[in-house]
């Protein structure tokens, strides 16, 4: 039973029902452009000359109106939005490898390949209805067959399985197996052809290469895009989270011995609030897609001053050393070089709290230092722990702006140290 399984899914699929509904459609669209078609081809086939009406056409009016019909189908996938109602069918009724969405194009070939495509449907949709009209007949002639009266010709149906004859005893106990056989038939035909425009459907329809290529790049600059975002979020929000935690515990445990101190942690934590409000706002402005412009300019270098003033408000003992003009620095570079920083003393905030941290930058005209170091917690090992996306968004950071940045731990300390260069600056 197991081996008749994959013989049988044809029969029982729902793939094969919503395909058979498909191809009856596009049976059903290629009528009119037929009738149409016969009609002029019987017209011009007459050249003036008399016809008998009853004459059936000849074999020249039947390659002219298929000629036709199928002229005028190639031409309807110029009509606007022929193209996507074809492909939201598709996805309703085929169910196949139509999976990508192609950009809406108006070349001549995605024009062609539609055009292909409405053909293909509407040939083997008729097909498909003239099959199925036949069949259902026949196997319904059949199935009937033993409980007809008289002499038994009523299982004589179009394509006369049974011949023209009276019927026999054992034709008439074999017309109904025979018709489940017939219709059996039709279903696996009818899977078949659904199946073959299922997989043309992704051809005809679907994003060319071109199409292909013009996705994966904006799908890689979207994602780009967002990492940029993630790792501003990151590392803005979580340095301002963490100096908030930071003052307010040092506040609460502050106000009743220095009251004057736990006043001004107070202040820097609203302070720290509303950067980070700005921040944000920074970040969502970029994300939405009315916004022109952000309306907040994000921080650079020359913030490094106040960077280093808050982080001191958290209880930290942190020496800051500045040499060279950091306004001088391109303004990428600058404004990254700021969130690194801002990364790395809330890395060394979270897992060595209460060390003294050491921040230094060097600026030349063509190149930035940055180094942040702190001493190890004595009860912590040489390794810091895992889990984390700091130290890889300030490599990716560094890495996109073709700088090297190498954080480990060096004679008992944890050194971050940064290195970028760029053209001197006319």
């Not at 049988?8 to 078609?37: C, D, E, K």
């Not at 963490?242 to 009743?256: C, F, N, P």
Request: net charge positive; aromatic share 2%; glycine share 6%.
């Amino acid at each position: 039973m197991r081996h008749l399984t994959p013989l049988l899914h044809p029969l029982t699929s729902a793939h094969t029902y919503r395909r058979w509904a498909h191809l009856v459609i596009g049976g059903a669209l290629l009528t009119p452009y037929a009738m149409a078609a016969l009609v002029l081809a019987s017209l011009l086939a007459q050249n003036g000359r008399t016809v008998d009406v009853g004459a059936s056409p000849g074999p020249a009016v039947w390659v002219l109106t298929a000629a036709l019909a199928l002229t005028a189908v190639a031409a309807t996938a110029r009509i606007p939005g022929v193209r996507n109602a074809q492909i939201h069918l598709a996805r309703a009724l085929l169910r196949g490898p139509l999976t990508e969405r192609p950009a809406p194009a108006a070349t001549w070939r995605s024009t062609a390949r539609t055009s292909a495509f409405l053909c293909l449907h509407m040939v083997l949709g008729l097909a498909v209805c003239l099959l199925t009209m036949t069949a259902l007949t026949e196997a319904a002639l059949l199935a009937a067959a033993p409980l007809a009266p008289g002499p038994h010709t009523t299982a004589q149906g179009p394509l006369t399985f049974t011949g023209h004859g009276e019927l026999t005893r054992t034709q008439l106990l074999a017309a109904p197996l025979l018709g489940l056989l017939l219709l059996a038939a039709l279903l696996y035909t009818v899977a078949l052809a659904g199946h073959l425009l299922a997989l043309a459907a992704p051809r005809l329809l679907g994003p060319s290469p071109t199409e292909r290529l013009a996705a994966a790049q904006a799908h890689a600059h979207t994602l780009a895009e967002r990492n940029r975002l993630a790792r501003e979020l990151h590392d803005s929000l979580g340095h301002a989270l963490s100096v908030v935690t930071l003052q307010a515990a040092t506040a609460a445990r502050l106000l009743d011995t220095d009251p004057e101190f736990a006043r001004q942690a107070l202040t820097h934590i609203a302070d720290q609030a509303r950067t980070a409000t700005a921040d944000l706002d920074h970040a969502l402005g970029l994300l939405r897609e009315d916004t022109a412009a952000p309306r907040t300019t994000p921080p650079d270098l020359t913030h490094l001053p106040h960077l280093a003033h808050a982080t001191q408000h958290t209880g930290t003992d942190l020496t800051c050393h500045v040499s060279g003009d950091p306004a001088r620095v391109p303004a990428l570079l600058s404004r990254e070089t700021y969130r690194i920083s801002q990364e790395a003393l809330t890395n060394a905030l979270r897992h060595a709290p209460g060390q003294p941290l050491t921040l230094r930058l060097q600026t030349t005209p063509t190149s930035l230092t940055l180094t942040v170091t702190n001493p190890l917690p004595p009860t912590r090992t040489l390794r810091r722990p895992r889990g984390g996306r700091g130290i890889t968004g300030m490599r990716e950071r560094a890495h996109l702006l073709g700088g090297t940045l190498t954080a480990r731990p060096h004679d008992r300390t944890w050194q971050l140290t940064l290195h970028l260069t760029w053209k001197e600056q006319p």
